[in-house]
């Protein structure tokens, strides 16, 4: 059942349901949200923010009570901070940690992912105190600030006022000051609340041969929500003796790409229903088409960084800028064909002496040196679930929750890992991430590799969801 966020707030005593209704009525003429209009009552900030936490499952932001480093707002521009409506808080962990109005805008957290290089932890805020914050923050970033603070911080603080779901006012987490802004009293979770164009993608089936095909025609899937260029491009691979499949969005390219299994995948980056870089994550999460090359296309993103990033963060084999020539599209596609049939031809080990390596030091209680090994491992074989695994738990056991957490992540994405799952599941529940706890469990269940273990995780996630 879905509890509407008036309901929630008359039901937590943060305010009666006549000063609800009031908001409410000023929220229809104003346009602005139900908390916002609430805050500019009266209602703490605090309160409110807790309120969102509940209601999304993530942690909120009280950021009258915060201290932002203004180093961290050059990760993401003014133009796209205040268009987004988002701020950077810290770069805590290699991640980007952002207190956002929506925290499960997926298109956004997909596209910052892919500009910055780099994993995106979410954080709910008051959609009027955000914007306000924004608005102040680069302000006296262009001023040559260093600090930003909130006008309720107490003498001395230093850090980011994180509040967990039904948490009571007044027992805001303030993050202490580590290298940069501490955010290890929470870790978040990026997927969205309403799901963007699910494509149900059986991620723990082994590898299976491409199917058979007419003739020997190497074949490729190109993707793009213009069909003049898909028609341009079909007619130059095809003149050149391609087979060519077509899609239009990127929902359709991995239910295209899983089921005809390609030689090379041209992918726009700018796709409805499923952005470019989520469909190239997915394609290359899934065992049945991790090897087929992916070249994207885009008339955004620019620039060797974006070039590498996208090669680094998604797996793709080239980046492509629009316009392009058709002479060099199809010279880097031959290319990209070329170097991972070698690739694939010539596979060695893989992570197999590193992976076992790290993982008999991190059973001896020596995880600093197993980390060397498993990091190896991954380096090694990029796709091997286990090796992920072995190195968020070594991860977790020196302390390094963030850089943790995106190693299992990964290892659930290349296969339902049960043991990942559940160790996913813990480390959300302990930092006050409900949602993606009882998510993780929901997605342990049939992962379970007997009856007893399915029963333990459907007692944790009857208490979750309690």
Known sequence: MVVRVGDLIVARGVATREQVDAALGASRASGAPLCSELLASGVGEDLLAGILAERHGVPGVDLSRSVLDLAHLELVPRAVAEGDVMLPLSSEGGRIHLAMSEPFDEQTLAEVRFVTGREVSSYVAVHSALVRTIREAY??????????????????????????PRQAEGEAQVAAEADEVDLDAALSGDEPLHPVAEVEIDVGAEPRPAPQRMDAKRLVLVVDDEPEIRLLVQRTFQARGYAVETASDGAEAVEKAVAAVPDLVLLDAMLPRLHGFEACRRLKADPRTRHVPVIMMTAIYRGWRFAQDVRESYGAEDYVEKPFRLEDLLRRAESAIDATEARRSGAGDGAGPALARGTELLAAGKPIEALAELEAAVKADGYSTEAHYQLGRALRATGDHFRAMTALERATELKPHFAALRALATLYEEKGFRRKAAEMLERALPAAPDEASRETVRRELIRHLG
């Open 139 to 164: 302000d006296a970033r262009e001023r040559g600030e260093p600090l930003w603070q909130g006008e309720r911080v107490d003498e001395g603080t230093i850090g980011i006022a994180v509040i967990r």
